[in-house]
Structures are given as structure tokens and as C-alpha cells.
């Protein structure tokens, strides 16, 4: 069974651009969450994807979009580029959207620096 | 708005100890709380996870308790190894029915070093 992927594994941008970042969740699962986690904090949640809609998002602006393909694997989008959007972008994949006690799994991350 | 503290932010022991990690979270309406452990530059592996009905669960040499009514959790590491070295990570899944599921609000770790 193949775990959560995330690639890339580092990317460094510069203030203003763009940027795509990529998760295969684990197989079987239809749930794709994505967190931001910034240099000595915890992971915020950004927003979730079932079934190829968004189902739910944290407080985070429109410039972060996604989306999630029939294979439930996601993307992430980060539009204009800020310096604060330096972290560590997390997504975790899962069986199931609500009512479930089971975990999530996590990716090992994509390491995003903006100048 | 839920909000999730843990304490200490950073802890250093030597190898053998028994050691106790805090969570404290400010709305008790939950449907699990977990422990999860990070690796320096890695991603999150779930140790254990709690529902808001039980009280404790327990994984080999760690054991989490749970009183919602107090909001807090705790994570007992027995015998600490120069391994368990990582930064420990609680969460909680907001909302009495499980629609919440997957949106976790995290607190800010607590660093675990322990040396030979």
C-alpha cells in the first residue's frame, strides 16, 4: 500500500508569483486536507477536498485555491506570493469525511521558501 | 474559536526518564483528540488517538489521558529513549458529530530531547 506523496520536496519562489503543489493520497481514500505549518508552529488548516469539492477551509485568504481530481489526488494553489507564506505545506489523506475516529495520514511535506 | 496550548514548548531529559507532555484546549466540545509525533523536517505520524467518550489510550510505552471537561490531555512517555527524540504534536477534531473530521486545530508542539 503506497503512502501519502507530496512532491515537491523543496521549491523556492519569489514574492508575487505563483505556486502548485501537489498530493497522491494514500489508496482507497477520497479525503485530501492541506495544512500550513510555519517554521516552530503547529499545522493550520487550510481546507479539505472530498470527493473533488471543498469542504470546509480555514481562515485563510482566496489566493490559496485547490483542487482534487477523480483519482483523489490534489493540488494547491498559491496565488501573489508572500514572504509569510514560508513554511511547510502538509496534506493528509483519509478513508472518509465525517464520522469517522479513524486517523488521517500525512504526507512528508512541501518545503515552499518566497523571497 | 478553539484554541490549543501545549506545555512545556520544549523539554530535554536524559535516557530512562519518565516524562509527561501537556495539552490544554479552550472549547470542550470535541470528537477525538490526538498525539502526533514530527520529525525534524518530516511529516506527522498519529501515536494515538482519543475519542471524546473514552478517558485514556495507551500504545506500548505511551499512554494518553483525556478530560474534556477540563480540556486537557496528557501524554506519559515511560522509559524515554534517545529515540523518541522529535517535536509531539496535539490536536484536537472540532464539533460534537464527526462533520469536523479532518479539519484538526493543532497546538504549537512541545520539543522532546532525550540524551544518552
Known amino acids: 500500500e503506497t503512502g501519502v506523496t507530496q512532491s515537491p520536496t523543496h521549491l523556492i519562489k519569489t514574492r508575487g508569483q505563483q505556486v502548485t503543489l501537489r498530493c497522491s493520497s494514500q489508496s482507497g481514500h477520497n479525503t485530501v486536507s492541506w495544512y500550513q505549518q510555519a517554521l516552530g508552529q503547529g499545522p493550520q488548516f487550510i481546507f479539505q477536498y472530498y470527493r473533488e469539492e471543498e469542504n470546509g477551509r480555514g481562515n485563510f485568504p482566496p489566493r490559496f485555491s485547490g483542487l482534487q481530481f477523480p483519482n483523489y489526488s490534489s493540488e494547491l494553489n498559491v496565488n501573489a506570493l508572500e514572504l509569510d507564506d514560508s513554511a511547510l505545506y502538509l496534506c493528509?489523506?483519509?478513508?472518509?469525511?465525517?464520522?469517522?475516529?479513524?486517523?488521517?495520514?500525512f504526507g512528508p511535506g512541501t518545503r515552499l521558501l518566497v523571497l | 474559536k478553539q484554541e490549543v496550548t501545549q506545555i512545556p514548548a520544549a523539554l530535554s531529559v536524559p535516557e530512562g526518564e519518565n516524562l509527561v507532555l501537556n495539552c490544554s484546549f479552550t472549547d470542550s466540545a470535541i470528537y477525538n483528540l490526538q498525539w502526533f509525533r514530527q520529525d525534524p523536517g518530516k511529516g506527522l505520524t498519529s501515536l494515538l488517538l482519543i475519542q471524546s467518550s473514552q478517558r485514556e489510550q495507551t500504545s506500548g510505552r505511551l499512554n494518553a489521558s483525556l478530560d474534556k471537561s477540563s480540556g486537557r490531555s496528557t501524554l506519559y512517555i515511560a522509559a524515554s529513549q534517545p529515540g523518541d527524540s522529535a517535536t509531539y504534536l496535539c490536536a484536537v477534531t472540532p464539533g460534537a458529530g464527526g462533520t469536523s473530521y479532518g479539519k484538526l486545530t493543532f497546538g504549537q508542539g512541545t520539543i522532546l530531547t532525550v540524551h544518552p
Open positions: 493528509a489523506s483519509s478513508p472518509r469525511s465525517s464520522g469517522s475516529q479513524e486517523t488521517q495520514y
